[in-house]
Each structure stands twice: as structure tokens, then as C-alpha cells.
């Protein structure tokens, strides 16, 4: 299942920011195996004031194991990007008292 998120470009009249979002949410499941569960998501947002902008182009996906939830994200940035804002892959792994 795909369910689609747009919140459009906003402009804060007040701070002279102007806003976008915009992205997908994805779900999927097998019948009869809830361990086949899944979720990921793709966004991109910006913001521009003047003549500086930014834009992040974001992807989770949460997967789970019959014991363990797993979590991997890969926010995509820039190549001229600062080094603190370096782009990279995250991935954790949760292990909860079940579902």
C-alpha cells in the first residue's frame, strides 16, 4: 500500500521562509507471516529564504525479524554538503519483549 504525502510549498510571510514537503509512505505485509512486515519511506524537503536554500532527500525502512525491529536510513545530502552534514547509512536494531 502506498500512501502519498504532499504538504505543498508554504511561504511564512513572517520569516520570509518558504517551505516544501513532499514524499511517500509504503506499507507491506504477507498474510499469514507478520515478520514479512514492512515500511519504508522516501521525502524530500526543502527551504529557501534570499539566496539560501537547502534540500534533503531522505529513505527509512523499518523491516522486522520474529525478535528484533530493524531500522535503516540513508538521508541523502549535497556532494558540496559541510562535512558535518556528510551524507551516510544508519541502521539499528531493536530488540522489544514482542508484539
Not at 19 to 34: A, K, L, N, R, S
Not at 53 to 62: A, G, K, S
Request: hydrophobic share 25%; charged share 25%; glycine share 12%.
Amino acid at each position: 500500500m502506498q500512501l502519498p504525502r504532499d504538504g505543498g510549498i508554504v511561504h511564512l510571510l513572517d520569516i520570509d521562509l518558504v517551505c516544501h514537503e513532499t514524499g511517500d509512505v509504503f506499507y507491506e505485509i504477507t498474510d499469514g507471516d507478520p515478520a514479512s512486515a514492512r515500511c519504508w519511506t522516501r521525502f524530500e524537503m526543502g527551504r529557501r529564504r534570499g539566496d539560501w536554500q537547502i534540500r534533503t532527500d531522505t529513505r527509512t525502512e523499518l523491516r522486522c525479524t520474529p525478535t528484533h525491529f530493524e531500522l535503516t536510513g540513508n538521508p541523502r545530502m549535497p556532494t558540496k554538503a559541510p562535512p558535518a552534514c556528510s551524507p551516510g547509512i544508519g541502521t539499528s536494531r531493536y530488540q522489544g519483549d514482542g508484539l
